[in-house]
């Protein structure tokens, strides 16, 4: 004989890019609801979204959507989180926040399963969902660092659009299409929707994502430098980004170079992240075999590759890493933190 | 009054992605051509390509092709170079090689005019032009070098499908299309037309150019490790680099981040990037400006933009550089190199 706790869930962001993919796992994987809730903005309530076979109505979230719940799935931007959070922790409910607006929050654990699920337990009301292009690259580099530590990263990222939502989807498909047809572009929402200049992203790469800060970086490239040390635990880490946007749906790839701090063989890496969970090494030269968006996407893993040691430095290697930017950039690691809370003990 | 002295040119490889913008430099430049002779394999002998306002037949090119010739330009693959430049050297022809045939030939000057023209002087019959992907890297560098010096330089690349040809193009427009339209893709020849596996390019990005070496990294990626030492003349310059392409026609990007010898000031690199001969810097985070390979497309230029210093590491930078492949990536290149032939004093 067993009992199940089942639980009051809310999807805040429900008709997303990422909402939809929390909604999907959340089927999946049987996650014990006793009541679901979907939330939006006021524009978007009153659509229907099927969820385990019933016609579910999506309703405009408020301070007082949350009462009753105990797990909430923040997804719909930053502002919402920061307006809406702190009410739902009044309430009592535990919120999962996708968006950067509590990440850096001292008081908040930035979680990756596999890397510090440990940190869940201290949580506050508020768990914070790191960026997508850091959660796959600190799940690929958490075994290394484990046996040799890592002193330094030097990271180049090739983002999906998927990454700025559903209406970047479309824009790059339309564009394309525009492109294929010989007609002239008019780019409409990408790099960066609420920024005046807008950039064509069909057939081309956009080395902007996010907002610029005074010392040259994107919020984008800031985001992979602090919660990478965040996540870590280890701010003596070296982290430097250069995040572009480019031509892709799903699936984020990075070329990461990275250092050592102890001399290693590149056999045992490559065993050490056969064995890491979550992670899938795909990697034979003589069979062309290496990570690919177009293969990772629609998975929860990520997918690793052309393991190489450094031809000028013997404590460094290059590495490819993949993994589809709304599972477990998103939606994937969010669900793993939501398991952890309702089935602790797993 | 003025005499000028007018050559014999012969344009191998004619009907290539690469030969077409080498007729067209020829024209634009008014190259001062006494005769040229337009070659290619037997398989596209006998098309008409217009030059100067006449149709000119494409011939066969055979090793008697070359009697008579001045300077020949060769885009037409390594082994075509490799059985041909012999010969042509033989009639006395100067030999600009765009393949990987006579690179890392110690007898062989390797030349991008803005780095070491001086070079070319030296040649024994053949000058070979580097690969793309480098030349635009080596061209942007150098003046930092020669003010700094360079220690390290770990590149991750944006490659366009142009590199690999013609055909290439197509197949990123088929395949482009055929998702677009909801259809199965059947990739047909990249990452490397000579290799058994293939992989969809269209809305993917693929982490292999050329084919693998035994040491884990690709012949694209050692290309520009070894050529970027040898144009620069300095062995001690340490470079790792990953070449990855990418769903764009026209225009290679490339991730840069340079360790520097000594201190530098980011405006006085701007400075010296400003006035580099053939780099233009679109540097403005403020209006969001930075280079593109939708706008280098069809431009001699190298672009350089999102000039910025690491936050680790005070003697590093990261740079953001893009140029036409087809043109400074080779066809520009090589019609530089044949200018100063021509008029050495210029």
């Not at 799935?73 to 509590?102: M, R, W």
Request: charged share 20%; hydrophobic share 40%.
């Amino acid at each position: 004989m067993s009992t199940q706790t089942l639980f009051n869930v809310a999807v805040v962001g429900a008709t997303g890019a990422v909402g939809e993919q929390i909604l999907r796992l959340l089927e999946q994987r049987n996650f014990p609801i006793a009541t679901i809730k979907l939330l939006s903005s006021a524009r978007s309530a009153g659509k229907t979204i099927e969820f385990k076979g019933r016609q579910l109505t999506v309703e405009e979230a408020t301070p007082e959507s949350f009462r009753g719940v105990d797990i909430a799935l923040f997804s719909a931007g930053g502002d919402v989180s920061k307006a809406l959070i702190p009410h739902a922790v009044e309430h009592g409910a535990v919120c999962i926040d996708n968006t950067n607006a509590y990440r850096m929050d001292p008081e908040t654990p930035l979680v990756v399963p596999e890397v510090n699920m440990d940190k869940i337990s201290g949580h506050k009301g508020i768990i914070a969902n790191p960026n997508c292009s850091t959660i796959q690259m600190v799940a690929a580099l958490k075994p290394l660092y484990d046996r040799y530590g890592i002193s330094r990263i030097i990271v180049s990222t090739y983002q999906a659009v998927s990454g700025a939502g559903s209406r970047a989807i479309d824009e790059l498909q339309r564009q394309s299409q525009e492109v294929l047809s010989g007609n002239d572009v008019k780019p409409d929402m990408l790099p960066v929707s609420s920024l005046p200049v807008k950039h064509q992203i069909a057939f081309n790469v956009i080395p902007q994502i996010d907002k610029f800060q005074d010392n040259g970086f994107t919020l984008e490239e800031m985001k992979m430098i602090r919660e990478t040390q965040k996540i870590m635990g280890d701010d003596s880490i070296e982290v430097t980004a250069t995040c572009v946007r480019v031509p892709v749906v799903y699936g984020h790839s990075e070329s990461v170079y990275v250092e050592l701090k102890k001399d290693f063989d590149v056999q045992e890496i490559k065993s050490l992240l056969s064995d890491a969970p979550g992670i899938v090494l795909v990697d034979d030269p003589s069979t062309q075999q290496y990570p690919l968006a177009t293969d990772a996407a629609g998975k929860n893993d990520v997918f690793v590759g052309r393991v190489r040691r450094d031809l000028s430095n013997p404590r460094a290697l290059n590495m490819w890493i993949v993994s589809d930017n709304l599972l477990k950039g998103a939606a994937w690691n969010a669900v793993q933190i939501a398991e952890y809370i309702a089935i602790p003990q797993s």
